[in-house]
């Protein structure tokens, strides 16, 4: 009997970010589970600071890859799939980071990375929507999976001590969100849509392509990662006593608007501000500015995960 020397038809490429990666093990127990399970060996591509995932997702497109997995936090995910959407090359995910809330939102394993890989080897493909942004009326545009924020969030992920977060998980967010619960409101104008904006005395404007945050919260409780909108989540606590309003809008039993929280939901929104403010995306601190505006593009990115 002739013997069988067909090799293995699809193959991965891991972009890890070795920050976050537990070493030469991970890397080892990645291969053999690529052979166990019928793949090639995988194309390992390790972010840098000067790179933190784009050039090397590029480089896996080109390798002509059949999935393109995103070992790391939810910044190096970002950074992959900016490259991803709208190429039909699909993304797993193997979480190493602090809050992995893409594979938490979507049910991904964040226990056991080999397990997530697993996952994506032997599941299949569904797609998310995306919302690109483009920071004070600039020519670039950049994608988020989760979450944007405009003020007192963005501020709270420029000010998180990275040795907290090693030591403590997403707790060291929280330790950065009271130090930097003090602060003024700022003017700004909420259009959504392209409708009549709002004008509202502001600490923080945050849009959500997702529903759940850090400490499984729930902070946007009608958000869905593939329904073609994105929700807004306006704060505008007034005086001292403004933030138990944003309490008991965000945290409490029966979520609810108040004169304190207001929530938004549409295809676009544009927010300007009458003083510069700190932007994230996706937990990544961006800088400063005046001008945020989203859109959505729905079913832009093609996840492969354990079936449902």
């Known amino acids: 009997m002739p013997e069988n020397n067909t090799a293995p038809s699809k193959r991965a490429a891991v972009i890890v970010n070795p920050a976050k990666s537990v070493g030469p093990a991970l890397k080892g127990a990645i291969f053999r589970l690529c052979e166990t399970q019928g793949w090639a060996e995988p194309l390992w591509l390790e ?9 090397q997702a590029r480089q896996a497109l080109e390798a002509g890859v059949d999935v393109v997995i995103a070992a790391g936090g939810d910044g190096t995910v970002r950074c992959v799939a900016e490259v991803l959407v709208g190429t039909g090359t699909p993304m797993g995910l193997v979480p190493l980071g602090t809050g992995n809330l893409l594979a938490r939102n979507l049910g991904v394993d964040i226990s056991d990375p080999v397990s997530a ?53 997403w707790l060291a967010y929280v330790e950065a969100g009271i130090r930097k619960l003090p602060g003024k409101p700022v003017r700004a104008q ?35 990662v593939d329904d073609g909108v994105m929700d807004l989540l306006v704060l ?39 003083q510069e403010q700190e932007f994230q995306l996706d937990g990544d601190h961006l800088g400063s500015g005046t001008h945020l505006a989203v859109t959505v593009e729905p079913d832009a990115l093609r996840i492969r995960m354990a079936a449902a």
């Open 236 to 274: 505008a606590p007034r005086g001292r006593l403004g933030w138990l309003g944003v309490v008991a809008g965000i945290f409490g039993r029966h979520k609810s608007e108040t004169e304190s929280v207001e929530y938004f939901q549409g295809k676009s929104a544009e927010i300007t501000l009458e």
């Open 117 to 169: 890989c697993f996952d994506v080897l032997n599941g299949s493909e569904k797609s998310i929507d995306v919302v690109k942004a483009t920071l004070n009326r600039s020519d670039e545009e950049q994608v988020f999976l989760v979450m944007a924020g405009v003020g007192y969030d963005a501020a709270i992920m420029a000010d998180t001590v990275d040795v907290l977060k090693d030591r403590m998980g």
């Open 190 to 224: 909420i259009s959504v849509d392209g409708g009549a904006p709002v004008r509202r005395r502001i600490r923080s404007v945050m849009i959500g392509n997702c529903g759940r945050i850090m400490g499984g919260i729930e902070i946007f409780p009608e958000a869905k």
């Open 47 to 55: 972010t840098t600071v000067e790179d933190p995932g784009a050039g």
